[in-house]
């Protein structure tokens, strides 16, 4: 069974940094694509970042510049190192996990394994 879990959510002032970690488990992990997402209730999802199975990365604008998308095949783990925090990045960010290996799509309807979310908070 394939469980995907995030931790190292938090609240943090605008200009900090926090960084989240995807446990992967059930799965030939280094084989898939990996990514992060974040929602807001009553907002649309939005792809954050992505690393595919070759480890070529892709960000979203908004981000660019101040997230690093990275991955460790041996722990099975995903992280986002997130700096440059700004209100507006204020979500709950999920990881999701895409059989197809060497994409790098931001699409969430491409994802086939979805965490629970953590909940970042940027204060001002």
């Known amino acids: 069974q394939v469980q995907l879990v995030e931790s190292g959510g938090g609240s943090v002032q605008a200009g900090g940094s926090l960084r989240l970690s995807c446990a992967a488990s059930?799965?030939?992990?280094?084989?898939?694509?990996m990514a992060w997402f974040r929602q807001a209730p009553g907002k649309e999802r939005e792809g954050v970042a992505v690393?595919?199975?070759?480890?070529?990365?892709r960000y979203a604008d908004s981000v660019k510049g101040r997230f690093t998308i990275a991955k460790d095949n041996a722990k099975n783990t995903l992280y986002l190192q997130m700096n440059s925090l700004k209100p507006e990045d204020t979500d709950v960010y999920y990881c999701a996990a895409s059989k197809t290996g060497y994409i790098l799509a931001l699409q969430g309807a491409l994802y086939n394994y979805w965490g629970q979310g953590t909940q970042v908070t940027v204060s001002s």
């Open positions: 690393i595919n199975a070759a480890g070529n990365t």
């Open positions: 059930g799965y030939t992990y280094s084989g898939y694509c």
